[in-house]
């Protein structure tokens, strides 16, 4: 099996349309990948909410790193996680390149945005854009400090959030790529692919383009494969579906005082037991606890032996 690093490289590179879906903490991470996804996003917005806190680096670098390590031991595909604008500027985007190899994440996206970011949805054109040099010293010490050299970092255009047009957008793209980037991932939040599909037609093949089309959610997928874009990053679908789920069941269980309806309606605990990979906890207890233990709790001490509490 590759190295996650590798994986992703290889969805990023590969020719035909590939998909991420967002995961926000072990266990919906866990999920994706047994629903069949190659590759996850660590999505900022969902990993924010998770803990009911807000897109805007609420969450430290750290509280996020320590999600995606749980992520990362939960599953063996590759996660591209989403580090806002780095935590901070090149210094910082060292240390975290550092840190998320050591978790075996396969590769991050940093976006061309001031600490302490904002959602791209929240007053996207009231938000000030990095200068696309200082950025781009960002993306090249990314790159400079990365030991695996299938470590992926992908830089986000955020031209069109913040009301710029396309030449901008391609400015940016051009700097962000010589600078270093395995792949563009060009943000917008119209609700038509207009934006993003000017910009691949302009950008051509100069590298791999990630869209994330939340905002034109109803574009059909076979248009992104027929502008040969990359990757589309399925971005918080798994944590609003949770949302909606918990809070069906929450208010169905304040209401009725009870539980029996609910049970038809939600997994079984086993189904808890069988993600968190209980099963190999048994068979491990088997090979590794002496099988006499049991038995020697439950015998007596002789008269002769003295319990060792009793001496201390
Ligand atoms: C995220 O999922 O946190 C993203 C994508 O950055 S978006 O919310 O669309 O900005
Ligand atoms: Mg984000």
Request: proline share 4%.
């Amino acid at each position: 099996m590759n190295s996650k690093a590798a994986q992703l490289k290889k969805l990023i590179n590969s020719q035909r349309l590939e998909f991420l879906m967002e995961a926000h903490n072990g266990i919906s991470a866990k999920i994706v990948e047994e629903s069949g996804f190659q590759g996850i996003w660590g999505s900022g917005l969902s990993i924010s909410a998770s803990q009911g806190v807000r897109d805007c680096n609420e969450i430290s670098w750290t509280q996020i790193l320590q999600t995606a390590e749980f992520m990362s031991d939960a599953t063996s595909i590759p996660i591209l996680i989403d580090a806002d604008t780095g935590f901070g500027n090149f210094n910082n985007v060292r240390r975290l390149v550092k840190k998320l190899e050591q978790i075996d994440i396969a590769g991050m996206c940093i976006e061309d945005k001031l600490f302490p970011k904002t959602n791209s949805f929240i007053d996207g054109e009231q938000q000030t854009l990095a200068d696309p040099y200082e950025f781009a010293g960002k993306i090249k010490a990314a790159k400079d400090t990365q030991n695996d050299p299938d470590f992926c970092v992908v830089a986000r255009v955020e031209s069109f959030i913040a009301g710029w047009g396309l030449s901008e957008a391609l400015r940016r793209a051009e700097i962000y790529l010589e600078a270093g980037a395995d792949a563009i991932l060009i943000h917008s939040k119209k609700n038509t692919a207009e934006q993003v599909v000017d910009f691949k037609s302009e950008w051509g093949n100069r590298c791999p383009l990630i869209i994330v089309p939340t905002m034109y959610h109803s574009t059909p997928t076979s248009i992104f494969r027929e502008h040969q874009f990359s990757i589309a990053i399925w971005a918080n679908q798994i944590m609003r579906s949770a949302i909606t789920a918990m809070q069906a069941t929450a208010a169905h269980i304040y209401e009725q005082e009870a539980i029996a309806e609910t049970e038809q309606q939600v997994v079984p605990v086993s189904e808890i037991f069988r993600l968190q990979n209980t099963r190999e906890l048994k068979n491990a207890e088997n090979l590794y606890l002496p099988h006499s233990n049991k038995k020697t709790a439950e015998t007596r001490p002789s008269d002769s032996e003295t319990p060792l509490t009793k001496n201390q």
